[in-house]
């Protein structure tokens, strides 16, 4: 159980190295057929940074105070030329296909900028679809960059690169085996929560708001996420937003419960790929 929340509490890190391998228009142009571009490998890394950047914008300046189109725009380009090295090379795949219609699916996260725990479980969904480069390195060897990496086998999955090392996960769909370990990288979907019987985990469907729950176990997950079980009332309640005290992560939207206070989620566009 410890090691689940240990998950929880590490879970914005992979939202954020997500995003980085994501791109394509901005406002309507992603829904305009006719005004599409045609990536290539040729092409990609000339025309993907400045709608990356553009998408992060709103994000950046709300959430991380600040954004440098230009350097933005030089970050991202140093990133793409790498990846399309690799796909010369044949240690990386390249879709360009998935772009315009990854943005669609990505930019009202971005938008939102602060997502809660049981939203960053659909942004997680969402990247499964926007692996524009996707690598080949196993999880656990060296990267620098989350698209060097090979995604988790199955539906749903992302791969990360955190601390030099590839890493990922999958969110799980109903009477998938599911885990309770943070090795494994995987979480039960949203309106799901694993549960252990004599052993065996699986997703199963969580208990309903208002529904009977445990609020005196040590950890209570029958609820799922974005929902906990109160110990006055051992009815499932959603969690509780940022400001309000908290004795468990599990209480909190953030899914974060600092010094007795749900926190505000960290924005889901890393500092580093504002430009400043």
């Given at each position: 159980m410890r090691n689940l929340l240990k998950y929880i509490s590490h879970a914005g890190t992979f939202g954020v190295a997500a995003i980085v391998a994501c791109s394509g228009k901005t406002e309507g142009d992603a829904a305009d057929a006719a005004t599409s571009y045609s990536y290539t490998v040729q092409n990609v890394c000339d025309k993907m940074p400045i709608d990356i950047c553009a998408a992060r914008k709103n994000c950046c300046t709300t959430g991380r105070g600040g954004f440098n189109q230009a350097s933005c725009e030089a970050t991202q380009k140093g990133d793409c030329l790498k990846n399309t090295a690799e796909v010369t090379a044949g240690t990386m795949k390249f879709d360009g296909t998935k772009v315009d219609s990854c943005i669609a699916k990505l930019k009202p996260f971005m938008d939102e900028c602060r997502l809660e725990f049981s939203r960053l479980v659909s942004y997680w969904e969402v990247s499964d679809d926007c692996r524009i480069f996707e690598g080949s390195r196993a999880?656990?060897?060296?990267?620098?960059?989350?698209?060097?990496?090979?995604?988790?086998?199955?539906?749903?999955?992302?791969?990360?690169?955190?601390?030099?090392?590839?890493?990922?996960?999958?969110?799980?769909?109903?009477?998938?085996?599911?885990?309770?370990?943070?090795?494994?990288?995987?979480?039960?979907?949203?309106?799901?929560?694993?549960?252990?019987?004599?052993?065996?985990?699986?997703?199963?469907?969580?208990?309903?708001?208002?529904?009977?729950?445990?609020?005196?176990?040590?950890?209570?997950?029958?609820?799922?996420?974005?929902?906990?079980?109160?110990?006055?009332?051992?009815?499932?309640?959603?969690?509780?937003?940022?400001?309000?005290?908290?004795?468990?992560?599990?209480?909190?939207?953030?899914?974060?419960?600092?010094?007795?206070?749900?926190?505000?989620?960290?924005?889901?566009?890393?500092?580093d790929a504002c430009g400043i």
């Open positions: 999880a656990g060897t060296t990267c620098e960059r989350s698209a060097q990496c090979a995604p988790p086998a199955g539906a749903n999955s992302f791969p990360s690169c955190i601390g030099g090392r590839c890493a990922g996960g999958r969110v799980l769909a109903e009477n998938d085996t599911c885990s309770l370990d943070i090795r494994s990288g995987l979480i039960c979907g949203n309106g799901l929560y694993c549960k252990n019987d004599n052993g065996k985990t699986t997703c199963v469907k969580a208990t309903t708001e208002g529904g009977t729950c445990n609020g005196s176990s040590f950890v209570e997950l029958s609820c799922g996420l974005g929902y906990y079980c109160p110990r006055d009332t051992n009815k499932c309640a959603r969690a509780k937003d940022a400001g309000s005290r908290c004795t468990s992560l599990l209480e909190c939207k953030s899914a974060i419960c600092n010094a007795g206070t749900c926190t505000t989620p960290e924005p889901v566009v890393a500092t």
